[in-house]
């Protein structure tokens, strides 16, 4: 089946630094990704809609030059959170679409970011 | 704007018992998805709803969709303990643009 590998698994940072999560499909082609962000207790809330070779579509209120996504290849989109403060800590998932409608969203492992 | 509503929120069964998750949503869609999340992890796919009166079954967990009534309910029969995690819904409204909206969550705690 379709299998997406994100890194880190959880990432400790200081508050103004930079870091990066990747998002990756195994075993086949993501013309599309996207990351969602999800608090404690929350649900999942759609940041961006990542496509290949393109900008990324922001949902509104999202700053998209505090998140920076890049969808260089088929099978590799990056989110780095820029400047990084407490309130970015969050959990972040990534998910990616074959683009057959019976495979549905795979999703990643999610990246547990604290920032201090 | 698409709005995605689950209910219960929160359930707290005992082992053996059946129940149901329902999922409403506000707008058009064919396609709807089940998720089940364990603490601290990601999302596992349980099922994917792709027609009116679709219906799927994977153990102690069945899954319909209700397009007419934007109805999905996730039924769990003679649940176990082994069951207790968060079920999302999520409602696929890829007409133009891809987009996936989630419903709030069901924690279900299932007690022995």
């Known amino acids: 089946g379709a299998v997406v590998s994100q890194h880190p698994s959880w990432v400790i940072c200081k508050s103004g630094t930079s870091v990066k999560i990747e998002c990756r499909s195994l075993d086949f082609q993501a013309t599309t990704m996207f990351w969602y962000r999800q608090f404690p207790k929350q649900s999942l809330m759609l940041m961006a809609t990542s496509n290949e070779g393109s900008k990324a579509t922001y949902e509104q209120g999202v700053e998209k030059d505090k998140f920076l996504i890049n969808h260089a290849s088929l099978t590799l989109s990056t989110l780095t959170v820029t400047s990084a403060h407490p309130e970015d800590s969050s959990f972040y998932i990534c998910?990616?679409?074959?683009?057959?409608?019976?495979?549905?969203?795979?999703f990643g492992s999610g990246t547990r970011l604290t920032v201090v | 704007e698409l709005k995605v509503e689950q209910n219960p929120l929160f359930l707290s069964m005992q082992e053996g018992k059946n129940y149901t998750i329902y999922c409403n949503y506000s707008t058009t869609s064919d396609r709807l998805y089940w998720y089940r999340q364990d603490p601290g992890k990601s999302l596992e796919s349980l099922f994917v709803l792709l027609s009116n009166g679709a219906v799927k079954q994977e153990g102690r967990l069945m899954a319909s969709l209700d397009t007419k009534a934007r109805l999905s309910t996730l039924h769990i029969t003679a649940a176990v303990h082994d069951l207790s995690a968060t079920y999302f819904c999520a409602v696929d409204i890829s007409r133009g643009a891809q987009k996936l909206v989630f419903g709030q969550g069901t924690r279900l705690t299932i007690n022995p």
């Open positions: 998910s990616a679409t074959p683009g057959q409608v019976n495979y549905g969203y795979t």
